[in-house]
């Protein structure tokens, strides 16, 4: 099992800038497919983005294609989700998961593919 801690969440005005984290404890990041997703006021949770295991690719919701970024810092066995050009609908708790096995390339995009996750962070931002 892997623990997910996600931090850096906060108020942010629109337009602004966020960079969220997810340390996870255990295993390598780079081992793993990493998710993030999001469940906003009353809303279900739904997919952000994600990036494939033991590569670079990633794969983006298209609402916020072009805003968002995910990374992977293997030393530090972090994942970050940069958020950029923030709206009001980004506001949610971001959750940050994993999925331990899968091919690698390939985007997992739905809740059920993902094995842990964190207990997430809240993002608020403001018009």
């Known amino acids: 099992q892997v623990q997910l801690v996600e931090s850096g969440g906060g108020l942010v005005q629109v337009g602004g800038s966020l960079r969220l984290s997810c340390e996870a404890s255990g295993r390598t990041v780079s081992s793993y497919h990493m998710g993030w997703f999001r469940q906003g006021p009353e809303r279900e949770r739904e997919f952000v983005t994600t990036?494939?295991?033991?590569?670079?690719?990633?794969y983006y919701a298209d609402s916020v294609k072009g805003r968002f970024t995910i990374s992977r810092d293997n030393a530090k066995n972090v994942v970050y989700l940069q958020m950029n050009s923030l709206k009001p609908e980004d506001t949610a708790v971001y959750y940050c998961?994993?999925?331990?096995?899968?091919?690698?390339?390939?985007?997992?995009?739905?809740?059920?593919?993902?094995?842990?996750w964190g207990q997430g962070t809240q993002v608020t931002v403001s018009s």
């Open positions: 998961a994993v999925r331990a096995s899968g091919i690698d390339g390939v985007f997992y995009t739905r809740e059920y593919e993902y094995d842990d």
């Open positions: 990036i494939s295991r033991h590569s670079t690719r990633t």
